[in-house]
T-cell receptor, first 112, second 113 residues
Framework: DVKVTQSSRYLVKRTGEKVFLECVQD?????MFWYRQDPGLGLRLIYF???????EKGDIPEGYSVSREKKERFSLILESASTNQTSMYLCASSSQPRNEQFFGPGTRLTVL | KQEVTQIPAALSVPEGENLVLNCSFT??????LQWFRQDPGKGLTSLLL???SQREQTSGRLNASLDKSSGRSTLYIAASQPGDSATYLCAVSPPGSNYQLIWGAGTKLIIKP
């Protein structure tokens, strides 16, 4: 079974802090994704990566950056956390050509 | 522009019933369609993926169908159980994209014991 893990289930940070969210997958998938999920807005893609060191902006990249130094690991970085970044963050991975996305358990981030 | 709709937004049925969840999409040109379930406060679990060339997929008590010409997919759940209570989301992948998913808003399903 595909396993996608995220570093924290719950995280509380202060406004202005730098925040790192880590995601690891164990199925050698080339594609990895970061989404945020908010009530009434559904899932929105922040960034995705189709290979090591490669990244593409999704629908809402502002205020975020990403890093993919190894194939199995994809990090989401909030350079200076703000209260409007309080959300559920979901990581996913997939492989060509099937493109079935598998999700991690999510990180509930609260920015105070 | 592709849009995905799931109606109803919420559904409550007694345990043991067979039920159908609906997913509609506006553009029949899709690469695949995926059904997920999400428990409160948790991540998404992939249930079934139907490629554009397929008509249906089955996994246990779940059966998903795809009719591209009418822009519809259904998720059939047989002999529903309280443990099936969750939000069910469908998402379509446009052709030529290796990442994009267009999401429906989900149907919140409650199975009453």
């Amino acid at each position: 079974d595909v396993k996608v893990t995220q570093s924290s289930r719950y995280l509380v940070k202060r406004t202005g802090e730098k925040v790192f969210l880590e995601c690891v997958q164990d199925m050698d998938h080339e594609n990895m994704f970061w989404y945020r999920q908010d009530p009434g807005l559904g899932l929105r893609l922040i960034y995705f990566s189709y290979d090591v060191k490669m990244k593409e902006k999704g629908d809402i990249p502002e205020g975020y950056s990403v890093s993919r130094e190894k194939k199995e690991r994809f990090s989401l970085i909030l350079e200076s956390a703000s209260t409007n970044q309080t959300s559920m963050y979901l990581c996913a991975s997939s492989s060509q050509p099937r493109n079935e996305q598998f999700f991690g358990p999510g990180t509930r981030l609260t920015v105070l | 522009k592709q849009e995905v709709t799931q109606i109803p937004a919420a559904l409550s049925v007694p345990e043991g019933e067979n039920l159908v969840l609906n997913c509609s999409f506006t553009d029949s040109a899709i690469y695949n369609l995926q059904w997920f379930r999400q428990d409160p406060g948790k991540g998404l679990t992939s249930l079934l993926l139907i490629q554009s060339s397929q008509r249906e997929q089955t996994s246990g008590r779940l059966n998903a169908s795809l009719d591209k010409s009418s822009g519809r997919s259904t998720l059939y759940i047989a002999a529903s159980q309280p443990g099936d209570s969750a939000t069910y989301l469908c998402a379509v992948s446009p052709p030529g994209s290796n990442y994009q998913l267009i999401w429906g808003a989900g149907t919140k399903l409650i199975i009453k014991p």
